[in-house]
């Protein structure tokens, strides 16, 4: 079976996020104040082929843990779902 999996890749809330600070500084240039606290991301979509459902989440997540996240630094979460 294949499945696509999502996965979202985020800094920790405890780290600084300069590519977060520098938006949010030009939303308030553009005008746009009321958007504070932007926080900037990965957002990854990616295939994955397994007899099940369970074994492609662990597929995702040991993919996540080996090379896609930098857990030290990041969090992550996914979303994984059958292809038609």
């Not at 990965?42 to 997540?61: G, M, P, T």
């Not at 993919?63 to 979460?77: H, R, W």
């Amino acid at each position: 079976m294949n499945f696509k999996a999502s996965i979202q890749i985020m800094p920790l809330e405890a780290l600084l996020d300069p590519q977060g600070k520098a938006v949010t500084g030009s939303m308030k240039n553009l005008g746009l104040s009321e958007i504070s606290n932007v926080r900037i991301g990965k957002n990854i979509h990616l295939q994955v082929e397994a007899k099940d459902q369970k074994e492609a989440e662990s597929k995702v997540e040991s993919a996540c843990k080996k090379l896609l996240c930098n857990e030290i630094m990041e969090s992550y979460s996914f979303t994984v779902t059958p292809v038609a």
